[in-house]
Nanobody, 115 residues
């Protein structure tokens, strides 16, 4: 099973992007999906997550601007990012975790916010 992340790119400050992360195979028992990001020279940090089908959590810096959602039948997670800022730049990674403790990471998609 592989996770394929897409949707990154170059956008001006104030713009929007929608990231997607889809599993190439079947993953059962997913109880947690999340997005993390890593800027050059920095550690990977938590951005947003969804536990079960509805409980969401966000890092303070993206609250009110980012929205995580999930299409359960398609094993796909999305991250809608609005009002983007230069400090949102980095490589975004998706994570799926299952009831049995398995963790799957996507390969990352680059987001660059710059004028």
């Amino acid at each position: 099973v592989q996770l394929q992340a897409s949707g990154g790119g170059l956008v001006q400050p104030g713009g929007s992007l929608r990231l997607s992360c889809a599993a190439s195979g079947s993953i059962s028992g997913i109880n947690f999906v999340g997005w993390y990001r890593q800027a050059p020279g920095k550690q990977r940090e938590f951005v947003a997550s969804m536990s079960g089908s509805s409980y969401t959590n966000y890092v303070d810096s993206v609250k009110g601007r980012f929205t995580i959602s999930r299409d359960i039948p398609k094993n796909t997670v999305y991250l809608q990012m609005n009002s983007l800022k230069p400090e949102d730049s980095g490589v975004y990674y998706c994570l799926f975790r299952t009831n049995w403790g398995n963790a799957y990471w996507g390969q990352g998609t680059q987001v660059t916010v710059s004028s």
